[in-house]
């Protein structure tokens, strides 16, 4: 599995059929602000396995930041540009930052 994060912002990656990705991307939802999936490429060449909340420490300590994790597979060959927001998925007009990575899917 070939992981990414913020580090990767910009980037361009690429990744075999059928492997998996993971991005994994720093939050606090307690904020009202979480990374909101734009899809600003065609998404046909994967798939998304999962998406989740990890808490840094106790999920009882409110207000601890943590990730938010996506796990996708590369389904077939071609390239896709996939886009984040960090927002209030309630405001269009409050994006703190933005992670946009492009990948290419290869045989």
Do not use: A, C
């Not at 492997?19 to 606090?28: D, F, M, W």
């Not at 999936?37 to 998406?51: T, V």
């Not at 927002?87 to 492009?102: G, V």
């Amino acid at each position: 599995m070939q992981q990414v994060g913020l580090e990767s912002n910009g980037q361009m990656l690429t990744l075999q059929v059928q492997k998996q990705l993971e991005i994994l991307l720093p939050s606090n939802p307690t904020t009202g602000y979480m990374w909101v999936e734009i899809h600003k490429g065609d998404m046909k060449f994967f798939r998304l396995d999962s998406s989740d909340i990890i808490t840094d420490g106790s999920i009882e300590q409110y207000g601890k930041g943590g990730h938010q994790r996506w796990l996708i597979t590369s389904i077939s060959p071609g390239q896709s540009d996939i886009l984040f927001r960090y927002q209030q998925p309630w405001d269009d007009t409050t994006i703190d930052q933005t992670f946009q990575l492009t990948v290419v899917v290869s045989v």
